[in-house]
């Protein structure tokens, strides 16, 4: 037993003594020791592995990911999701999923850069960095040469090059509320942050082109509309795509000459 702890104190010493031969002290005062040493809890979900490293790290390498699959390969669950479909062909896991946190730390992450980093590393040549300027410019190329339609036209400021350069729609035409009415590029007016668009101002409640954007429900295109909705508004001649006519522009509930009427 003393013989391996003097082996071990052995080592140590000797990988100390070489990183002070390869880095200054300045170099030596930004490495977080102790961090290596105890890097932190780990979550509830992985507290097990606490005392067994090598199930997630790989010595010089780190944590890969075939690891991970060794464990995640029967959540099926996760590909079977259009949002988290990609996982099936994704070849790193520890840019959205950080452990050591915590034993009560969300340990997913959505990073949109952090995939476009992982889809870039993918590429027969992954030791060329991403540059924006180069893949901005490559794309132009691209449109000019087909003849093609600059898409997205616009982009919300808040969305970077990289995740611009994302197909939102493989992941969430699910939760698109538009239909495609207003194309599949979701960057051109949703950040990646949230969904909601706290600066939107809607067009005037004086507009007549309502059905640009809404389409009205099912019930509309019944009975259901003549008999009912439409005379709760007051409007027995109103239209179906003529929204202006029952409907105010504070919430889809606020009939005109009924206030705030829900009945379905």
């Given at each position: 037993?003393?013989?391996?702890?003097?082996?071990?104190?052995?080592?140590?010493?000797?990988?100390?003594?070489?990183?002070?031969?390869?880095?200054?002290p300045e170099d030596l005062a930004?490495?977080?020791?102790?961090?290596?040493?105890?890097?932190?809890?780990?979550?509830?979900?992985?507290?097990?592995?606490?005392?067994?490293?090598?199930?997630?790290?790989?010595?010089?390498?780190?944590?890969?990911?075939?690891?991970?699959?060794?464990?995640?390969?029967?959540?099926?669950?996760?590909?079977?999701?259009?949002?988290?479909?990609?996982?099936?062909?994704?070849?790193?896991?520890?840019?959205?999923?950080?452990?050591?946190?915590?034993?009560?730390?969300?340990?997913?992450?959505?990073?949109?850069?952090?995939?476009?980093?992982?889809?870039?590393?993918?590429?027969?040549?992954?030791?060329?960095?991403?540059?924006?300027?180069?893949?901005?410019?490559?794309?132009?190329?691209?449109?000019?040469?087909?003849?093609?339609?600059?898409?997205?036209?616009?982009?919300?400021?808040?969305?970077?090059?990289?995740?611009?350069?994302?197909?939102?729609?493989q992941c969430h035409s699910n939760?698109?509320?538009?239909?495609?009415?207003?194309?599949?590029?979701?960057?051109?007016?949703?950040?990646?942050?949230?969904?909601?668009?706290?600066?939107?101002?809607?067009?005037?409640?004086?507009?007549?082109?309502?059905?640009?954007?809404?389409?009205?429900?099912?019930?509309?295109?019944?009975?259901?509309?003549?008999?009912?909705?439409?005379?709760?508004?007051?409007?027995?001649?109103?239209?179906?795509?003529?929204?202006?006519?029952?409907?105010?522009?504070?919430s889809w509930n606020d009939i005109?000459?009924?206030?705030?009427?829900?009945?379905?």
């Amino acid at each position: 037993m003393i013989k391996w702890i003097i082996v071990i104190l052995g080592l140590v010493a000797a990988g100390f003594g070489v990183s002070h031969f390869f880095h200054t002290p300045e170099d030596l005062a930004k490495i977080p020791w102790e961090q290596m040493v105890e890097p932190g809890s780990l979550s509830k979900a992985h507290a097990f592995l606490a005392d067994d490293c090598l199930s997630c790290h790989t010595p010089v390498e780190g944590v890969e990911r075939d690891k991970c699959v060794a464990c995640h390969a029967n959540d099926t669950h996760i590909v079977a999701r259009q949002p988290t479909a990609f996982h099936a062909d994704i070849t790193e896991c520890a840019s959205c999923h950080t452990e050591h946190q915590g034993e009560d730390a969300k340990i997913s992450l959505m990073n949109h850069i952090a995939l476009v980093d992982i889809g870039f590393n993918m590429l027969p040549n992954p030791n060329v960095p991403f540059d924006e300027g180069a893949a901005t410019m490559a794309f132009l190329e691209n449109v000019l040469a087909n003849k093609q339609t600059a898409d997205p036209l616009f982009v919300h400021p808040d969305v970077s090059d990289k995740e611009a350069l994302l197909n939102c729609s493989q992941c969430h035409s699910n939760d698109d509320r538009h239909f495609t009415l207003f194309g599949e590029d979701c960057v051109q007016c949703h950040s990646t942050d949230k969904w909601s668009l706290p600066t939107f101002i809607h067009p005037s409640s004086q507009s007549r082109d309502c059905n640009q954007c809404h389409e009205a429900p099912p019930s509309h295109y019944m009975q259901h509309f003549k008999m009912i909705s439409a005379k709760v508004a007051g409007e027995p001649k109103a239209k179906v795509e003529a929204c202006y006519a029952c409907h105010q522009s504070t919430s889809w509930n606020d009939i005109k000459r009924a206030g705030w009427y829900k009945h379905h």
